[in-house]
């Protein structure tokens, strides 16, 4: 890793903002000691075991869990706000069904925003609204473009199914086993916020220049959209595509390390002893690939972590278990992304939020290497 380098006359440069403290936040803690991750002080494990996504993105926006009445009066809401606005819809299909559904997501997230009825208003009760709006609309953007891509007809949002059902049935046109809705939404829950990772931290970057949430979303899908953070549960799979069958992992491991290839999954900035949230995916992708009969996926996964570890000893992050997971339900693999956004979206604007409430602009110093200064020659 990257560390801290500075000289006798010159300051401390922190490449990569290692081990910065940035700012507090009260939404989310990572603690890489303890290998855990509290979602408003709610160990995430537990609440993929017993709270909603539904409740999850309240807990994150307002601090709290929802009472019923609250959850009800949220419910109704995302349910109502379910569907594509004609100029959305008209984005989205305008675009070539060659270009990356991120970037679909991004010019989506986009004209949402300019079009959000209180696109002007930054009132902690407009941002709220906006978040919920996005929120509830992310599943049809992210279905209609992997469906238009597969040449399948658009399919009509439902106001009787849970977030995750409607997400699957807005996709495939029907709603999976439970044991696949089950598995989608521990995703959804686990993706949903994690602190000052790169692309919430490129969000109230945006937010603290007073600019509204729909930009600092754009922005932050844009962050998110790189191999060496979101991205990489889409590269995952490429892996797993490129390896093909477990007796090939080490091999493939070992010439791709002498290429000084990094393995996608692997690795993380904070937790140096295992990603606090992969024993809860792993335990969700292994009742997927058992209720899909894919045990070939299930040793190759454990092959490749197995020669990484012994290689390496650098662990699985959460993309590891998430693209292989997205795989079986059926999602294409350039969509895997954009599901990480619609879960991402509620920690998102939850620090756009709290950016706002507390904010000081966010511009830190560089430390100049180019030429002394110099007299422009006669031109
Ligand atoms: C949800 C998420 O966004 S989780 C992150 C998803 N990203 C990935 O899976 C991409 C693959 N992983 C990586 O590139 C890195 O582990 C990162 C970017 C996530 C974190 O990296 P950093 O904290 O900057 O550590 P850094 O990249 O300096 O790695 C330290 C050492 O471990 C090695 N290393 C770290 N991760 C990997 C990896 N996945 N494959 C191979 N080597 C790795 C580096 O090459 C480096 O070795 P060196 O000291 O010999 O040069
Ligand atoms: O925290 C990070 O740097 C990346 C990550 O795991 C996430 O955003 O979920």
Redesign the pocket.
């Known amino acids: 890793m990257t560390g801290t380098t500075s000289t006798a006359d010159a300051p401390a440069i922190r490449k990569g903002l290692v081990g910065v403290i940035a700012d507090e936040t009260a939404i989310s803690k990572?603690n890489p000691d303890t290998n855990s991750l509290l979602y408003r002080g709610y160990p995430v494990q537990d609440l993929a075991a017993h709270a909603s996504f539904e409740e999850v993105a309240y807990l994150l926006w307002h601090g709290e869990l929802p009472t019923t009445a609250q959850l009800a009066e949220q419910t109704a809401t995302e349910r109502a706000s379910r569907a594509l606005a004609p100029v959305v819809r008209d984005a989205v299909l305008a675009l070539p069904t060659t270009c990356h559904p991120m970037d679909v997501v991004r010019t989506a997230v986009s004209v949402h925003g300019a079009n959000d009825p209180q696109a002007e208003d930054s009132s902690p009760e407009a941002e709220q609204a906006k978040a919920l709006r996005l929120w509830a609309v992310l599943p049809a953007v992210v279905a209609l473009d992997q469906r238009r891509r597969h040449g399948l007809p658009e399919v009509e949002p439902r106001d009787d199914l849970s977030y995750a059902e409607s997400f699957l049935w807005l996709t495939f046109g029907e709603v999976p086993d439970p044991v696949v809705v089950r598995a989608f939404e521990v995703s959804m829950v686990l993706?949903a916020e994690?602190?000052f990772?790169?692309?919430?931290f490129t969000a109230r970057v945006i937010a603290s220049t007073l600019s509204d949430l729909h930009s600092a979303v754009t922005g932050a899908v844009g962050a998110l959209k790189g191999a060496l953070?979101g991205g990489a549960n889409e590269a995952v799979m490429a892996t797993f595509e490129e390896i093909g069958t477990a007796d090939r992992a080490e091999t493939w491991l070992d010439e791709a390390l002498a290429e000084r290839r990094k393995i996608m999954g692997f690795g993380?900035?904070?937790y140096k002893h295992g990603?606090s949230r992969v024993p809860t995916m792993k335990a969700s992708l292994d009742e997927l690939l058992e209720h899909t009969g894919r045990q070939d996926l299930a040793e190759l996964y454990d092959a490749l972590e197995a020669a990484m570890t012994e290689r390496k000893g650098i662990l699985p992050?959460?993309d590891y278990p998430t693209g292989p997971a997205y795989h079986v339900m059926g999602f294409d693999t350039p969509t895997f992304t954009p599901l990480f956004v619609a879960a991402r979206v509620v920690g998102w604007t939850a620090h756009v939020m709290e950016q706002h409430a507390h904010n000081a602009l966010i511009r830190p110093l560089s430390a100049y290497a180019g030429p002394d200064q110099r007299e422009v020659p006669e031109r």
């Open positions: 990572v993706y994690h602190s990772n790169a692309s919430t953070h993380h900035r904070v990603d992050n959460l």
